[in-house]
């Protein structure tokens, strides 16, 4: 089945420590992007890429990087820097940047 | 003053009722809007893709978009305990890049 698969479905992460969070697709989409979900704050873009070897801050990337090395993954790391990383990660991916987006079933973050 | 205002809800109703759910905005460079639904724990699901003003029908849900008076809406009619859970509205321009903006979901609640 064609989709996108985020992993873990949850993670706990320590003080300082940094923690990846994996997004693979077998859409054959160009464009990816990372959004963080919040309670009464709706989806906010951390970092998107419309090409494999290229990528862009969103509205929050601070604390967060990414790499989009292949086409079908896009991970996201959650630095130490990012103070408050408790929240909902979402994955999505589009045929190109202005075709809709389509979501991964997410990962929920907790600090430990 | 957010982009695009959405009332959270919580909205309940009956088995069967016409379920009317809305966003306004005050972008006018919004020109393609989405609705999205969004089981707990698991990631938006794209339900209907409209661009510009008018009405679009698939099934049981309905899309109506006004821009002169940047609102849109979305029906469900006869609704089921099935369709009980957060609706996102979003939108965006019609250059290429041009980023998703989201509201932050209505949940709904339908009661058998």
């Known amino acids: 089945d064609g989709g996108i698969t985020q992993s873990p479905k949850y993670l706990f992460r320590k003080e300082g420590q940094n923690v990846t969070l994996s997004c693979e697709q077998n859409?054959?989409?160009?464009?990816m992007y990372w959004y963080r979900q919040d309670p009464g704050q709706g989806l906010r873009l951390i970092y998107y890429?419309?090409?494999?070897?290229?990528?862009q801050k969103g509205d929050i990337a601070e604390g967060y990087s990414v790499s989009r090395e292949k086409k079908e993954s896009f991970p996201l790391t959650v630095t130490s820097a990012q103070k408050n990383p408790t929240a909902f990660y979402l994955c999505?991916?589009?045929?190109?940047?202005?075709?809709?987006?389509?979501f991964g079933d997410g990962t929920r973050l907790s600090i430990l | 003053q957010k982009e695009v205002e959405q009332d959270p809800g919580p909205l309940s109703v009956p088995e069967g009722a016409i379920v009317s759910l809305n966003c306004t905005y005050s972008?006018?460079?919004?020109?393609?809007f989405m609705w999205y639904r969004q089981y707990s724990r698991k990631g938006p699901e794209l339900l209907m893709y409209?661009?510009?003003?008018g009405n679009k029908e698939d099934g049981r849900f309905t899309a109506q978009v006004d821009k002169s008076s940047k609102y849109i809406s979305l029906f469900i009619r006869d609704s089921q305990p099935s369709d009980s859970a957060t609706y996102l509205c979003?939108?965006?321009?019609?250059?290429?890049?041009?980023?998703?903006?989201f509201g932050e979901g209505t949940q709904l609640t339908v009661n058998p």
């Open positions: 972008n006018s460079a919004f020109q393609y």
């Open positions: 409209t661009y510009s003003s």
């Open positions: 999505a991916s589009s045929d190109t940047d202005d075709q809709p987006q389509h």
């Open positions: 859409l054959n989409h160009d464009a």
């Open positions: 890429s419309q090409i494999v070897n290229d990528f």
């Open positions: 979003a939108m965006r321009g019609k250059t290429s890049g041009s980023r998703l903006t």
